[in-house]
């Protein structure tokens, strides 16, 4: 062989040598399968090495790679996959090795380094858990525009196996652009995965309960892979960010990874501590789908990021969340109530009040959530308290209760820290229709009585436990500070329904608080004045169970808003609809000052009857008063009655003071009625329309529009 044989035989073995060294350290793309992924950060596309004891196995016997993590983020990648055989044939270097190749695509190719000398430190401080990686340096492909780096395991017995990692540019054109990379994305993600998402009684602008109780996030994830296997794997990783630490890209407050349950699908995250209520600082919450592996041997497990969608919730405030239920007086609008435009208007001056109205469900079965809401969570305004539809019936008052905004207005403007309401109501509705089967069992019909107030059988506003079922089971995982209630008209039509009502209202108080297992005090509104022949006087007496006062050894923990002198002939939605929402809003919101937040004010105490002492001429009776340091007589005449025990037959009365605690009471006609020593039966305000506008016989200190009246009672002496 001449000089110039050996020469060119000399360069077409370099020039092998170098071909089988490129195709051997790289494959080519077009003959191998890819999935594509994205990832937000360096750790969370190198979270993927450390679950390769378990996953590769999956990759060698499937041919493909499964993806890890997605969200359009700061780069992206592809896992380019192959069957591989041993490394005993001499690793990734090794002369029939194919070895099996994952590659980052990133944006910006000087962040190479970077992510070799991470992989390398990552290696040397926690050993991947026994597995050690050998990599190599990174190199630059000119034809591919490759910048890549080599790793392999040392342990060929018990390791990973022959793997070549690859950090590459978008200068190749064999590659797709990022925007098709995108869209593919996004694709096969929804296609491998599935989807999460929060309950429906969750959204942007909403208040999350404060300190002292944890707030709790909840929603449910649809996967594509139903196996049970693959669910018991995964986890929501849920994140709680000050927004302004989000924007920054800092780190969360909280992280919570919750569980998802087998059967529903639905996953619960419990913050782990309380967060201090405050109207400066809004918050950002996130949930992410992820799977978690084991490793090796150990019991510990790492969290492998799967989904392609991190969904959040903005603009959130931590503050006190109320849910305000009942009928139509409740339901009652703002925009309808005395003052109201001015009330609508005022609404922009509040935007830490937050608003949520659920939808009008009867369900014969619990409903975790409800399919759709009403009003998704608000900001006050203008507009959020104000339905675009005009309707006039009751039953159709969706959004927003004047009760409810005045109220929360009243504690806002008070304690400063927001206010979320849950607005959940139905006009018309018997107190049954918001009682769980547990509560009615606890309190039967008696024999011949119906359950609820209505005889139509297609009505399912008038069904037992259906309002329970369908409006308050979906709010039930939220945790909140307290519930409001105006009720209780639509049972005084009912067949023994102060019987009932004085048993199923403690009953269903105490359910409720059993199972929404966070708030403490109930607070309601007693009936106002309206006309009627039903038994008004009754269910007003029943809502206290018989005391005439709350709270009480059957109502622990319960405040009370009395409306009896907030009475409204001439109303045009009835008279049942008083229009005084605004006075009646302010005086539960100062019941609750008292007992929630500790905040003592001076009109909040009203005179509650302490005892009742036969005066020595048999017709007259001393009436003492406790629970405030003066009872002050305003018309002596209104509302009192005296009766036999029976009923059959009653005078009317009048008041005179004796001092600052007690009144006397006379018959105004003595020639009517014998009365004994015993058998006498004394009313106060026991009508339907009991006295007009601010102007009942016994009121508590304060000016005439802010001291309270003393409520209805009877009395046996």
């Known amino acids: 062989m001449n000089y110039h044989q050996q020469f060119k035989y000399c360069i077409l073995v370099i020039l092998i040598y170098v071909v089988n060294t490129v195709v051997s350290r790289r494959p080519t793309i077009a003959d191998q399968q890819i999935t594509w992924f994205y990832a937000n950060s360096l750790d969370d596309g190198a979270a993927f090495l450390n679950v390769f004891g378990e996953e590769v196995l999956n990759l060698k016997q499937k041919d493909e790679c499964r993806i890890f993590r997605t969200a359009v983020g700061h780069f992206c990648g592809v896992c380019n996959t ?11 270097e090794g002369p029939s090795a194919q070895p099996v190749t994952y590659t980052l695509v990133v944006k910006n190719s000087s962040r190479v380094n970077e992510y070799y000398e991470w992989f390398n430190n990552n290696n040397n401080n926690n050993n991947n858990n026994g597995v050690s990686i050998i990599t190599t340096k990174p190199d630059r492909s000119e034809k591919y525009a490759v910048y890549a780096f080599n790793f392999y395991d040392k342990n060929i017995e018990t390791g990973l196996g022959c793997y070549r990692f690859e950090v590459q540019t978008f200068f190749d054109p064999a590659w797709p652009s990022m925007e098709t990379a995108t869209t593919r994305t996004k694709e096969r993600i929804n296609d491998y995965i599935g989807t999460i998402q929060f309950a429906s009684s969750f959204g942007d602008h909403m208040v999350l309960q404060r300190e002292p109780y944890v707030a709790k996030i909840w929603g449910t994830a649809t996967m594509n892979d139903t196996s049970s296997s693959l669910i018991a794997s995964s986890l929501v990783m849920v994140s709680l960010y000050t927004t302004s630490s989000y924007n920054k890209k800092n780190q969360p407050l909280h992280i919570v990874n919750a569980s998802i349950d087998l059967s529903s699908g639905e996953w619960i995250a419990t913050l782990p501590t309380s967060i201090k209520g405050s109207a400066s600082e809004t918050y950002i919450v996130t949930a992410q789908l992820l799977l978690s592996q084991s490793k090796s041997s150990s019991s510990s497990s ?41 009330l609508v208007q005022d609404a922009n001056n ?20 409800q399919p759709e809401v009403e009003e998704k969570w608000s900001i006050g305004s203008n507009i959020s308290v104000v339905m675009q539809k005009q309707v006039v019936e ?33 006009g018309g509705t018997p107190i049954e229709f918001w009682m769980s089967e547990d509560a009615m069992k606890a309190c039967p019909s008696p024999p011949s009585s119906p359950s609820s107030s209505s005889s139509s059988d297609d009505d399912d506003s008038q069904s037992p436990t259906q309002g329970w ?27 023994h329904g102060a019987l009932l009502y004085k048993c199923r209202f403690p009953k269903m108080i105490s359910d409720w608080r059993k199972k929404f297992s966070s708030f403490e005090y109930f607070g309601f509104v007693q009936l106002a004045s309206y006309i009627s022949n039903l038994d008004v006087p009754g269910i007003r007496w029943a809502q206290t169970a018989g005391y005439g006062y709350v709270p009480n050894e059957k109502m622990p923990h319960t405040y009370m808003s009395s409306a009896i002198d907030l009475g409204d002939k001439t109303s045009p939605y009835g008279s049942v609809h008083s229009r005084h929402k605004q006075e009646l809003g302010a005086r539960l919101g100062d019941q609750a000052l ?32 406790k629970n405030t340091n003066a009872v002050y007589v305003r018309n002596a005449s209104v509302g009192w ?40 039966l004394i009313r106060y305000l026991w009508a339907s329309y009991a ?27």
């Open 82 to 92: 192959r069957r591989a055989p041993s490394c005993k044939d001499g690793g990734p």
């Open 394 to 426: 009751d039953d159709n008052w969706l959004y927003m209760s004047a009760l409810a905004w005045t109220f929360a207005r009243r504690v806002y403007q008070t304690t400063n820290i927001p206010i979320g309401i849950l607005n959940t109501n139905w």
């Open 469 to 495: 079922n369908g409006m308050i089971v979906p709010l039930l995982r939220t945790t909140i500070r307290g519930v409001i209630w105006f009720q209780g008209e639509n049972n005084s039509g009912q067949k």
């Open 350 to 369: 509040y935007p830490n009040i937050r608003l949520f109205t659920s939808k009008k469900i009867a369900s014969k079965i619990p409903l975790n959530q």
């Open 302 to 342: 790492v969290l492998l990021p799967s989904s392609s969608t991190i969904i959040k919730l903005v603009d959130i405030l931590f503050g006190d969340v109320f849910v305000a239920s009942g009928q139509s007086n409740m339901a009652f609008l703002l925009k309808n109530a005395f003052n109201g435009s001015v």
């Open 594 to 625: 008292n007992f929630i937040f500790d905040i003592k004010l001076e009109n909040i105490k009203r005179p509650m009857l302490s005892s009742v002492e036969r005066h020595f001429d048999g017709t007259s009776f001393f009436l003492t008063f």
């Open 641 to 680: 009655e005296i009766c036999d025990p029976n009923v059959t037959k009653c005078v009317a009365g009048a008041v005179t003071s004796v001092n600052s605690s007690t009144v006397l009471l006379k018959s105004m006609n003595n020639n009517e009625m014998h009365m004994t020593t015993s058998n006498t």
């Open 691 to 717: 006295c007009e506008l601010l102007s009942c016989s016994l009121y508590g200190p304060g000016s005439p529009s802010e001291a309270l009246p003393v409520v209805p009672f009877e009395i046996l002496v």
